[in-house]
């Protein structure tokens, strides 16, 4: 079976054409310029715990709260010893996530595990505040989108 070949005038209108002139171009094959890496980048901790994260959800499902605790510490430290400041949360996902949080420590008043309700807001608020922190720090790092994808 052949590839049927494109009308005449449809021939004529591309004789002229290269690679590149409809948008596409030949692939660059070329190794690409990576650079060295920056080892002190708090985009690093974030890296790791997606390439541990799957391992970690599979062998042990609960030590996912602690692997998650324990990169946004690391990427706050790094990001205060990179930037000298720490970095301060902010957003509208930060605020809403407070406010869930605020509500559930309201609704101890209600309910009849109050010191439960309580635990799990100031849980739920403090780790909307790490990983606000956390966001902000990665977001203020050149070579981010790069090293993340």
């Given at each position: ?125 403090g780790l909307m505040l790490l990983a606000g ?8 790092e050149p070579g981010a989108p790069r090293l993340?994808?």
């Amino acid at each position: 079976m052949s590839i049927p070949t494109p009308p005449r005038q449809t021939r004529r209108l591309h004789a002229g054409l290269k690679w590149g002139s409809l948008g596409w171009g030949k692939p660059d094959w070329g190794k690409p310029d990576w650079g060295k890496p920056d080892w002190g980048s708090p985009v690093w901790p974030l890296a790791a715990a997606a390439l541990l994260g799957p391992f970690v959800a599979v062998l042990q499902s609960k030590a996912m709260a602690p692997l998650a605790l324990v990169v946004l510490v690391a990427v706050l430290g790094m990001a205060r010893r990179r930037q000298g400041r720490w970095p301060l949360p902010s957003g509208a996902a930060l605020w809403a996530g407070l406010a869930l949080a605020g509500w559930g420590m309201l609704s101890g008043l209600w309910s009849p595990g109050p010191l439960r309700a309580l635990h799990a807001g100031l849980t739920l608020g403090g780790l909307m505040l790490l990983a606000g922190a956390a966001g902000r720090a990665v977001a203020a790092e050149p070579g981010a989108p790069r090293l993340l994808g």
